[in-house]
């Protein structure tokens, strides 16, 4: 038996609460004359599995139409071997595609399954979710006046979906609260910005890749062409944000690591099928021409993001910073299905460079840096100096040369919140980098 043609699409994770079903990473490639394999049916077990069919055709309380009956049952074998693979029905399978594009109707959340309930893998940046304050880890327990738990994944995204404008109320388990909390988020319409730019200060600029897709890594490199631009020059240093990127585009996560290295190996998948074993390497050009990088990364950071964190620190280009990843290395196939449907299957695991395997263990961080709330201390500024004295001793510096002083601190000042402290954090390393660089070179 020949199939005709078969898509593969890798790297899938969880679903985006949005028209439905994401992609969390993809090569798109067409394969012909794919030969299956045959196998031994278990006749005892199809024989079990047609006796219980016609038990409930004829018993069950109420009258349930084959189509249902065999879809719960295709349902049940996938969602028993994985969080992952599962069945995408003719309206999910055309979410996914579109997924792709950027722009999509829903809440702008990425989710999986955990113990029955539908876990937060990652609110997406300006989207209703985020805006609501849904966070990485929150445990959805009952979406409106209806349980979570025995729903199947796919029936969960449905009762998320809805019209744009319209409300759903979600009970959520958070780690740290004593009581569920109840969330009301209100259905919009996405469209997903996956790159965002601005400089922190002079010679430094800052990268946020909300999600990666087809076009990230032309609008990254078009932002920092930007950013050095607006520095008139060449940038001393870069952080990469991706905290809370809950992955994309297998193919954007590659071509993102390869602007930032001149050789090396990206990341490579192994599997059962010959297809499955692929390995992806870094051409030679490259952005920044070397100048000092660092990667925000926190529970939020998924997939295509741990590809790209992985590389990077694998190869020693960047410092990772933040907290340990979200911890997903497996690779979903999306294989069309004659009925319009297409069945997701996790076919493989993807490795860093060095050979790490990060599946349900993430990326740790170079260096751990919680998020913290940092404030001003105002009572150090108003302690007494030496220039408050009466009859202190000037300088000795050239007059003019404090107000020029002060001028350049005033340039200089980061323009970084300072509830970010991550982020500040990350600033604070770049600049020791560079200082240090100077000093011994």
């Known amino acids: 038996m020949k199939i005709a043609t078969r898509y593969v699409l890798v790297l899938l994770l969880g679903v985006f609460i949005g028209a439905g079903f994401t992609l969390d990473t993809a090569v798109l490639a067409k394969r012909e004359g794919e030969q299956v394999v045959s196998t031994t049916l278990p006749l005892d077990e199809l024989r079990t599995f047609t006796e219980v069919f016609s038990k409930i055709k004829s018993d069950y309380v109420e009258d349930v139409a084959d189509k249902k009956l065999l879809e719960d049952a295709i349902g049940g074998m996938l ?8 069945y995408l029905d003719p309206e999910g399978y055309k979410d996914v595609r579109i997924g ?18 539908v876990k937060v893998v990652s609110p997406i ?78 010679g430094y600029g800052y990268i946020r890749i909300t999600q990666f897709q087809a076009n990230t890594t032309k609008n990254m490199k078009t932002s920092l062409s930007k950013l050095e631009k607006e520095n008139g020059g060449k940038l001393k240093g870069v952080v990469l944000d991706l905290r809370n990127n809950p992955g994309g585009v297998l193919n954007a996560a590659v071509s993102v690591s390869d602007a930032f290295l001149k050789k090396g190996i990206i990341v490579y998948t192994e599997g059962r099928v010959a297809d499955s074993k692929l390995t992806f390497e870094a051409q030679p050009d490259q952005v920044l021409e070397g100048a000092p990088l660092v990667v925000l990364v926190n529970g939020g950071s998924a997939s295509a993001s741990e590809i790209v964190a992985g590389a990077l620190q694998d190869n020693g280009r960047a410092v990772i910073m933040g907290t340990k990843t979200f911890g997903k290395g497996s690779v979903q196939t999306i294989m069309p299905m004659s009925n319009g449907a297409a069945l997701k299957l996790t076919t493989a695991r993807y490795f860093t460079p060095s050979g790490r395997s990060i599946q349900a263990t993430g990326i740790e961080p170079d260096i751990v840096t919680e998020q913290a ?6 009572s150090d500024q108003d302690r007494l100096k030496e220039a408050n004295l009466a009859r202190h001793l000037q300088s000795g510096e050239p007059a003019g040369s404090d107000k020029k002083k002060s001028e350049k601190e005033q340039t200089s000042k980061p323009s970084t919140s300072t509830d970010d402290f991550q982020l500040r954090e990350a600033l604070n390393l770049l600049k020791g980098i560079n200082i240090y660089a100077e000093k011994s070179g």
Do not use: Y
């Open 125 to 202: 940046e300006d989207t209703p979710a985020a805006r609501a304050g849904l966070q990485p880890g929150d445990l959805i327990v009952r979406l409106d006046d209806q349980a979570v738990k025995g729903m199947s994944l796919s029936d969960a995204v449905k009762l998320m979906r809805g019209k744009p404008g319209s409300d759903i109320t979600l009970t959520v388990v958070r780690e740290g609260e004593n009581m569920p909390l109840k969330i009301t988020v209100t259905r919009a319409v996405i469209k997903i910005r996956s790159v965002k730019s601005r400089l922190l200060e002079p």
């Open 373 to 378: 709330k940092l404030t001003r201390n105002k």
């Open 100 to 117: 792709t594009e950027g722009q999509f109707g829903g809440l702008g959340i990425e989710v999986t399954m955990e113990n029955g309930f």
């Open 79 to 86: 969602a028993g071997l994985d969080p992952h693979s599962t």
